[in-house]
């Protein structure tokens, strides 16, 4: 009896063993399960915060971050669009970065980047590094192939969507970036009236609202599946669709719901309207104003105009500081804003024209009535696409060198506006901005 | 002596430098440190000193000399201070006119701040002296607004009732006026206005007659002074108020010097508007001698308003003493009903009375036009008529059937009709969008799309110049990127022989008449938009190969 107790106390010897390594295991485990589940999941480097009033804040590494943004593209004198300034020995992004540290530039919007992913990447890391300017790096999605996008051929889509991963995979983990941006005015492709595109099944809708309909859930929902293959690849950084006015953001609030932010292209003069509280209604996600501003030539007077550049700038940065998380009177959605642009390109009236692209060319290519100041310029035409700098280009006398092609960086002299808003980022009260 | 004051108010300006200095005699005081603080002269030299150095642009020596003067016998005087500030704002000015943009962000707050002491100090020590007070008031405010401050509107009424205190002298009036020009190239427009009408006031308050001021406020319209102007007019127009025919009469005599006369811009069309209006109301169509009801009707259709052009054209068609005027009126009527409001029976009415006497340029345009709606209608054998017709006044007239534009187009619609071909490119575009399909005429039919435009400069003008042409458009929001639109022109386009497929056409026209011009606007989807104009050439009696200019005493209508 008493052997089988002892017996049966040894059998138990190495069971309870057993139990007490077991539960000092289970105790273990269940604390670190516990350490896990109380500590907060790690942090991405960039990501929107809703606040408790339903505001949208930025954060960076942790901390709020407002976008104060200058679209940067620094094609010299001379230049065109086909530039590669990503491997320009000149280096402009380091003349460029120190004065936009000085005005208080955080951030600039490269449209894409070139074929050497390696030299954009460098350019990001050296403004970040060197200045502590965050990149928005964009994406045409083959807006401007020409003939047309295809935004409903399967091979078209297929095409563009391997060049953007491509990018983000080479890219995303730079310290500098900031987000991910998808296209840029491609909506206005959806009447036909510029960059049209259609297929044989748009088509046979015939009727053109019910066409535009279609162009719209095509384009949105391939920039919906772009998103989420970023999201998948590069967690840390937001996905921002680029989107002409708040045209079509019905549609995309359906066939979208995936981007992280909207990013509007907004060109309407002295104020942004209602655009705030319109995106509300129609797209409830965080804005930043990625593409607006002024030019500075008065088409009217035929002249340089800083005052009026400066003028619509700082009404512009006006609302965007009043519609902040935080700010009383606004609608809390805004996140910042991307001025164009940071330098004069004087390639942009004819581009076709190599000779052009040494001239700054007065001719007004389109016309908007909300710049109003120029508006009685003939035919109306008093937009000046190669006059949009906060920073003109000068030309500088190259020294000869014997059989080289003289290169040098046109100097830049900032106008009225770079100080005015400098001034006003200092101190962003709402001032009264009554026009001289 | 009033008549003094009134011309050196309408003239004294002119002669004033920009910067509201009023200089007067020399004081013959050379040094500035050599100044009595007791000389009477004294301000009067400070001022000059003043204006002499800024000519040179010389802001540094000429503000040491002003701080020796108040360490000398100056320290309570107000022109001291005040010219200091002066000097300061100027200095700062001529930075931003330089683009010396570190100057002004970097070095203005400092200077500002002085500006802000030495306005304070000279308001401090100010004692009856209503200009300098006024100076001193708007130069405070336009600090203000320079720096964005929340004190501009307080500030900018302190300066208003500063102005409405001061006596009504011939100095305060310039100083007034000088700084309602000044503030007149701001975007709010109520600061001039502000400060004009002050200036108004106190000008009807120098016991100026009803007459006076209407002369003046004539001026201001010569000097493109329009608020101005107006301003002085209402002053006037108060002297019928209990007179509603003269007060209609005077109300009509205004608006047609700012309606649309014709051969240049009108000054303000939708205010000339509102007159004839109120001018209406008061006394119906007894208020309006035949020349203001041509002029208001005119002045309606440049504003694009054809509907209401249309009937106000109606009574000058029938009532206008001039035969010519009434026919014109007449012609006008059917392109406005037929291209403006697409009723085209309605159009072809008109043309049908005004082609009742066919040997004039009026009569002959009006042939073309019945021929063209009918057969866009479908009603070739009338068309073909009607075109005959011209063909047979025009061969009877001399003209060179190979050489008149109406007549070159006559037999482009006879070849069509005979050989079943439809209309050219540009001018089907434009009918088809007037009026919806061929064949299918249908009243009020409104084409989708775009609003267009179409307007010439100058609208009245004489044989032989140019005129230009252009579209402007309804465009839709694209951004940057603009449609790709082709300009279809077509009607009489005178004497260009290529028409470009661009916005703007400039042309000229060899023989006198009412031109009507056709523009379509086609983008990728097709036709957007249509729209027309007319022109009124006029030139000497006909010669050899002209089509004859009606006389009156031709006309039976």
């Given at each position: ?19 007490r390594?077991?539960?000092?295991v289970?105790c ?10 109380m ?5 991405k480097?960039?990501?929107v ?7 949208y ?6 901390r ?5 943004g200058v ?8 230049k065109?669009?086909d ?13 460029d970065?120190?004065l ?11 449209y894409?980047?070139?074929?050497d992913?390696?030299a ?11 200045f502590?300017i ?9 807006f ?7 935004y ?30 998808l ?6 492709s ?7 595109w ?23 929902s391939?920039?919906n ?8 690849i590069?967690?840390?950084?937001p ?34 309207g209602n655009?705030?509280k319109g995106l509300?209604n ?7 104003l990625?593409e607006?501003?002024a030019?500075?030539?008065n088409a009217?007077?035929?002249?340089e ?8 700038l700082?009404s ?6 009043k519609n902040l998380?935080?700010s009383?009177?606004?609608?809390g959605n805004?996140?910042?804003?991307v ?10 009236h ?10 700054q060319?007065?001719?007004?290519n ?5 710049y109003y ?8 035409m ?5 006059w949009f700098?906060i ?16 290169a040098v ?14 001034e ?10 009554p026009?001289? | 002596?009033?008549?003094h004051i009134f ?8 002669a ?16 500035l ?8 002269k ?31 016998g100056?320290?309570s005087?107000?022109?001291?201070y ?8 100027r ?9 010396n943009w570190?100057?002004?962000y ?5 200077l500002?701040?002085?500006?802000h ?22 130069l405070?405010?336009q ?8 004190t501009?509107?307080?500030l900018?009424q302190?300066?208003?009732?500063s102005a ?13 006026r000088?700084?309602?020009?000044d503030?007149?190239?701001?975007e ?16 009807k308050?120098?016991n100026?007659?009803?007459s ?10 010569r ?10 007019f ?11 025919e ?14 649309h006369?014709g ?78 409001l697409n009723?085209?029976?309605?159009a072809?009415?008109?043309?049908e ?11 002959m345009?009006?042939?073309?036009q019945?021929g063209?709606l ?5 009603e ?20 060179d ?10 037999a482009?619609?006879?070849?069509e009709?005979s ?5 050219p490119?540009?001018?089907g ?19 989708a ?14 044989v ?16 940057c ?19 470009p ?6 042309t ?7 031109k ?11 036709l ?15 010669g050899?190969?002209e ?11």
């Amino acid at each position: 009896m008493i052997e089988d107790r002892r017996q049966r106390t040894e059998d138990r010897g190495p069971r309870r063993h057993d139990f007490r390594r077991g539960l000092r295991v289970f105790c273990l485990l269940l604390s670190v399960f516990c350490l896990l589940g109380m500590a907060k999941a790690p942090k991405k480097k960039v990501y929107v915060k809703t606040l408790k009033d339903g505001s949208y804040q930025l954060m960076v590494q942790g901390r709020p971050f407002v976008v104060k943004g200058v679209c940067y593209n620094p094609i010299p004198i001379g230049k065109s669009h086909d530039h590669d300034f990503w491997n320009d020995p000149e280096k402009p992004w380091l003349v460029d970065g120190a004065l936009m540290k000085k005005m208080g530039v955080n951030a600039v919007r490269f449209y894409q980047p070139g074929e050497d992913l390696e030299a954009a990447r460098r350019v990001i890391a050296e403004l970040y590094q060197k200045f502590g300017i965050r990149t928005m790096m964009g994406h045409w999605l083959g807006f401007w192939n020409y003939p047309a996008p295809f935004y409903d051929d399967p091979e078209f889509r297929k095409k563009v969507k391997e060049d953007l991963l491509r990018t983000v995979e080479a890219l995303k983990g730079e310290e500098g970036l900031l987000f991910w941006v998808l296209g840029n005015e491609n909506n206005y492709s959806f009447s036909g009236k510029v960059n049209p595109w259609t297929s044989e099944r748009i088509e046979k809708l015939g009727d053109p609202r019910q066409c535009m309909l279609a162009r719209a859930q095509t384009y949105y929902s391939f920039v919906n599946e772009l998103a989420r293959e970023i999201h998948r690849i590069d967690p840390d950084h937001p996905v921002v669709m680029g989107n002409g006015e708040l045209i079509c953001l019905d549609l995309a609030s359906e066939f979208a719901p995936d981007v992280d932010i909207v990013g509007c292209i907004i060109y309407r003069g002295k104020t942004f309207g209602n655009i705030f509280k319109g995106l509300r209604n129609t797209f409830d996600k965080p804005l930043v104003l990625i593409e607006f501003g002024a030019d500075a030539y008065n088409a009217q007077d035929k002249k340089e105009d800083e005052d009026m550049q400066a003028f619509f700038l700082k009404s512009q940065w006006g609302e965007i500081y009043k519609n902040l998380a935080g700010s009383p009177d606004g609608a809390g959605n805004c996140l910042g804003g991307v001025m164009f642009e940071w330098t004069d390109e004087w390639w942009k009236h004819n581009e076709w024209d190599p000779a052009g692209w040494s001239v700054q060319d007065t001719a007004s290519n389109w016309s908007n009535g909300s710049y109003y100041l120029d508006i009685q310029a003939e035919r109306n035409m008093n937009m000046n696409e190669e006059w949009f700098g906060i920073v003109k280009l000068v030309p500088e006398d190259a020294p000869e060198k014997e059989g080289q092609v003289p290169a040098v960086l046109d100097r830049r002299q900032p106008r009225k506006a770079y100080y005015d808003i400098r001034e006003f980022w200092k101190d962003p009260k709402t001032k009264r901005n009554p026009r001289k | 002596m009033r008549k003094h004051i009134f011309l050196f108010l309408l003239t004294g300006w002119l002669a004033i430098t920009p910067a509201f200095l009023v200089v007067a005699a020399e004081t013959g005081i050379q040094d500035l440190k050599e100044i009595d603080p007791a000389d009477p002269k004294a301000s009067l030299a400070i001022k000059q000193a003043v204006e002499s150095a800024l000519a040179k642009g010389d802001y540094e020596n000429i503000s040491a000399d002003l701080r020796f003067l108040l360490q000398h016998g100056f320290g309570s005087s107000p022109d001291a201070y005040f010219y200091l500030a002066y000097i300061r704002h100027r200095q700062l000015e001529s930075w931003k006119q330089s683009k010396n943009w570190e100057g002004v962000y970097d070095r203005g707050p400092g200077l500002k701040k002085e500006i802000h002491e030495n306005l304070s100090s000279a308001e401090k020590y100010l004692e009856n002296r209503p200009e300098l007070l006024l100076s001193i008031k708007f130069l405070r405010w336009q600090l203000s607004v320079e720096e964005g401050s929340d004190t501009e509107k307080g500030l900018f009424q302190d300066l208003i009732a500063s102005a409405q205190k001061a006596p009504a002298t011939p100095e305060a009036l310039v100083l007034i006026r000088q700084m309602a020009d000044d503030l007149s190239v701001m975007e709010d427009k109520a600061y001039s206005r502000g400060l004009y009408e002050v200036y108004a006031e106190k000008f009807k308050g120098t016991n100026l007659t009803g007459s006076q001021l209407k002369d003046a406020a004539e001026e201001f319209i010569r000097q493109k002074n329009i608020y101005l102007s107006k301003t002085l007019f209402e002053g006037h127009l108060e002297q019928f108020s209990s007179d509603p025919e003269a007060l209609a009469r005077e109300l009509v005599f205004i608006a047609d010097k700012y309606a649309h006369q014709g051969v240049e811009e009108a000054l303000d069309p939708v205010y000339a508007e509102a007159l004839y209006q109120r001018a209406f109301e008061l006394k119906g169509a007894q208020a309006f001698t035949p020349d203001s009801q041509y002029h208001r009707a005119f002045n309606l259709e440049r504003m694009k308003d054809f509907e209401s052009a249309l009937r106000q054209y109606e009574p000058v068609s029938s009532g206008d003493p001039e035969p010519v005027r009434r026919r014109e009126a007449l012609f006008r009527c059917g392109v406005l009903a037929a291209y403006g409001l697409n009723d085209l029976a309605r159009a072809l009415s008109y043309f049908e009375r005004v082609k009742a006497v066919p040997s004039d340029t009026l009569g002959m345009s009006s042939l073309y036009q019945l021929g063209l709606l009918n057969q866009w209608k479908g009603e070739l054998e009338k068309a073909s008529a009607f075109y005959e017709e011209f063909m047979a006044a025009t061969r009877d007239a001399g003209i060179d059937l190979n050489k008149d534009e109406l007549a070159l187009l006559c037999a482009e619609r006879i070849r069509e009709i005979s050989q079943k071909q439809p209309f050219p490119y540009s001018l089907g575009l434009f009918l088809e969008g007037t009026f919806g399909a061929q064949g299918a005429v249908k009243k009020d039919f409104t084409p989708a799309g775009l609003h267009v435009d179409v307007t010439g400069r100058p609208p009245k003008t004489p044989v032989g110049e140019n005129i230009v042409f252009e579209v402007t458009t309804s465009v839709g929001k694209t951004g940057c990127m603009v449609p790709a639109y082709a300009y279809e022109w077509s009607g009489e386009t005178g004497g260009l022989s290529n028409i470009p497929n661009t916005p703007v056409l400039t042309t000229f026209y060899v023989s006198p008449g009412i031109k009507v011009i056709h523009a379509a606007v086609v983008g990728n989807a097709g036709l957007e938009g249509v729209g027309f104009d007319m022109v009124q050439v006029e030139g000497q009696e006909a010669g050899a190969g002209e089509i004859p200019r009606v006389k009156d005493s031709e006309v039976t209508i």
